[in-house]
């Protein structure tokens, strides 16, 4: 999932209600992606596992943009430019997420992706050199509290808080490449921006299977061809991926990013919703994090921060 930009403006009620749905039916799809990335973890290698994901992400949201404007389109798009954001920023990004996931579990990766906004806020004020303030550095400190308490780091073992910090990594990447594609890309729609970083989100992962292929790296396994990983990978790829990213982007057009960002903070509990009703058991304390780092990450955005 990746931050966009746009202008506030006053929108109407019906277009809130309408923007709100959408942003709610993008992050539910996204968040069903870490589930199915669960079970395809089971038989693939991580690296494996993320070229194919984004291949077939990539391949959706080019046959979505040739239905909507048409082959020709694709001459004028800036491929070289958005290509190296996608590669640079999307690409180790989606590939440091999964591997947190596969060190840790879903509930833990959805808490990073759930972080995303104060990493974008956090890049601000590095390079756009923002005010550090009180309500900002406040939620910062909720956010780690939260994810140490969901995840249980520092009471049940290294890697379940490794897992957290590495997809809080992973999130800052794609809080950079998504600056990057709205300063670099201007004159570029949502939809064409999305169409070239994820290019290079794919050329990534295929630079970095490829090179752990010649190596012989556990995580560059691609099992063969079966039945029961057909759905997950949909559900990964197709739904948790391109469709989702393409109902982000028409989200964000709706009510902007401002409040956009804001469903972000339910990821992690349509996560627990998701394994819960597939029989897998919760923890209290999962809950209890996920809701104070939902809290830091509202409290960093308040208009003060």
Request: proline content about 3%; aromatic content about 12%.
């Given at each position: 999932m ?11 009620r ?6 709100n ?8 799809l ?15 290698g991580v690296?494996g596992l993320?070229?194919i ?9 080019l ?20 290509f190296w ?7 180790i ?7 947190a996931q ?7 990766a ?17 390079l ?10 406040m ?7 939260g994810?140490g308490?969901?995840?249980g780091?520092?009471?049940?073992g290294?890697n379940?808080?490794w ?6 990594v ?11 594609s709205?300063v ?6 949502p ?11 794919w ?13 012989g790296?556990?995580g560059?396994?691609?099992p063969p061809?079966?039945a ?14 391109g ?11 709706e009510?902007?990013i ?10 992690p ?10 029989g ?24 003060k921060?």
């Open positions: 990746r931050l966009a930009s746009s202008v506030s403006t006053p929108v109407s019906a277009k809130l209600l309408r923007g749905g959408i942003c709610v039916g993008s992050i539910f996204f968040s069903l992606a870490f589930p199915a990335a669960d079970l395809l973890l089971q038989d693939w690296l993320i070229l994901r984004n291949m077939l992400a990539f391949g959706l949201i046959l979505f943009f040739i239905a909507l404007l048409g082959a020709q389109g694709l001459r004028d798009l800036p491929w070289a430019k958005g954001i996608g590669f640079t920023g999307f690409g990004g989606s590939t440091l997420l999964i591997y596969a060190i840790s579990d879903p509930i833990t959805a808490l990073a992706a759930a972080a995303m906004p104060i990493s974008a806020v956090s890049i601000e004020i590095i756009d050199k923002r005010r550090l303030t009180l309500p900002f550095s939620g910062l400190v909720l956010v780690l509290m994810g308490v969901a995840t780091a520092g009471l049940t290294f379940l808080g897992g957290l910090m590495v997809g809080l992973s999130v800052s990447f794609f809080a950079w490449g998504s600056r990057a709205v670099n890309l201007p004159d570029t729609s939809l064409a921006r999305t169409v070239v970083t994820t290019f290079g989100m050329g990534f992962t295929l630079f970095l299977w490829g090179f752990g292929r010649i190596f790296w556990a560059a396994h691609i061809p079966s029961e990983h057909l759905i997950p990978m949909c559900i990964y790829a197709l739904l948790g991926v469709i989702s990213q393409l109902l982000w982007v028409k989200g964000v057009g009510i902007g401002a409040i956009a960002s804001f469903h972000l903070n339910a990821a509990f349509y996560v627990m919703v998701v394994m819960v009703a597939f897998q058991s919760l923890q209290i304390t999962q809950v209890i994090g996920a809701a104070i780092l939902a809290f830091g990450v509202i409290l960093s955005q308040t208009k921060a």
